[in-house]
């Protein structure tokens, strides 16, 4: 039987602050990666500066996902001078390249007002990147990319639009390079990190609700039914006592397995510009997700034994 995965799954031992991770396996090196948000939670600052200025953090595993050790940052992302910021990366393999589609605000600012763009940058081995500019999906607050293939051919991302209620909205592709924004898709309630799989006969999609993971289910990709929440409730694993925050989900079988990180100090309603260590570090976990009887079911308390395999 595979050992248990580690809880919490992974802790950045220089800033303590992963969040908004994204798996993908790295062909090249044989191994799982957790690209991530590196919060720097010791930075000083007013607001919320500690949240930007952040760079795209690198774990690995050669375990199939039970164990992940830091190496680094993601390095050769920047184009112009001064430190800036890169959130929430979606990083996908297609046709021999790895297309990356992140979160990119100029400089440090201490709220959430700045003007947002997702970048999109190739790379043949998830350390030498190209990037091929800023793309244009009519607005100036967009964050949070999620993409996935249709069904007829082409793609489909899906964002937050900060400007337009912080709701999801999403753009078609026949290529991965061209983008045409299609208009809203998620308008239920405000919420951000749209993540989107296939299971069970189904396809689904998490978006964080900051109560925990709102559930979406569609039968076409298009129209989608609001099925409840997941990660809403308090875990009893270590540093997992909190709601699930930004999520990503890799399918392996009948089972979604889902990367979500957790604030585990804020027990208590606080807020992002809260100047505390204790409630700014966060932690990556694990649960395992399945379709029963048409939902989905995640019970985050149950042991996960991850083991990952490779994916073409």
Known sequence: MNPVADAPLFRDPIHDGAADPVAIWNRQAGEWWLVYTNRRTTAPGPGVSWVYGTDLGVAASSDSGRTWTYRGTLTGLETEWGRNTFWAPEIIWHDGLY??????????????????????YTSPDLIDWTHHGALDLGSDGVIDACVFPLPGGGWRMWFKDGRRGSLTFAADSPDLYRWRPTGLVVGHRPHEGPNVFALGGYYWMLVDEWRGQGVLRSDDLTTWEHRGLILDKPGSRPDDGTIGLHADVVVQGETAYVFYFTHPGRVAPVTDDDGTYATRRSSLQVAAARVVDGSLYCDR???????LSATC
């Open 301 to 307: 308390d149950e042991p996960v034994r991850l083991d």
């Open 99 to 120: 297309h990356m589609y992140v979160s990119y605000i100029r400089g440090i600012r201490d709220d959430w007002n700045g003007a947002a763009f997702i970048r999109h």
